[in-house]
């Protein structure tokens, strides 16, 4: 017993150190979401909803200047790497939704994890291309 205990405690411990806390557990509840505090499912989904929009569009516009910056061997391996992306958002977001069971908190678990994913990945292309952008704005005719 002490030692599932102890066990327990130590995978907490790892969990709440990778930023896994019991309260955080999923993308809705995270202190980042913008709508992190709002209780009811129908006006979660509405916030949520319009807060993956905003994040998608500023994903899809960090996207394109970066595209336009880059050389055209470099445009491809970033369309490779966004074609990969998109796959692994799709299957998380989704491995998150089924956490629920088909239950009423699902759906907002998906949205707020492609919302989440949107910010994520446009802080991740401004990390890498930010600077191509700044020095080449849009190559080519």
């Known amino acids: ?3 599932t205990l102890c066990l327990a405690s130590v995978v907490g411990l790892l969990f709440s150190a990778v930023g896994f806390g019991v309260s ?3 993308d809705f509840n995270a202190q ?3 709508c992190h505090t709002i209780p009811a499912t129908s006006d979660l989904m509405t916030c949520l909803d ?3 929009r905003a ?3 500023r994903l899809n516009e960090t996207y394109k200047k970066s595209l336009q910056a880059l050389r055209p061997e470099d445009q491809n391996r970033l369309i490779e790497a966004e074609r990969i992306w998109v796959q692994y ?3 998380s977001c989704k ?3 089924d956490l629920f069971g088909g239950g009423t908190a699902g759906p907002p678990a998906e949205l707020a994890c492609r919302e989440a994913e949107a910010r994520a990945r446009t802080m991740a292309l401004e990390r ?3 600077w191509e952008v700044l020095k080449f704005g849009k190559r080519g005719p």
Request: aromatic letters at 8%.
């Open 50 to 52: 319009r807060s993956f």
């Open 55 to 57: 994040a998608d569009a």
């Open 128 to 130: 890498a291309y930010g």
């Open 89 to 91: 958002r799709d299957v």
């Open 1 to 3: 017993m002490k030692s």
């Open 24 to 26: 955080g557990a999923q």
């Open 95 to 97: 491995a998150e939704r």
């Open 32 to 34: 980042s979401s913008p």
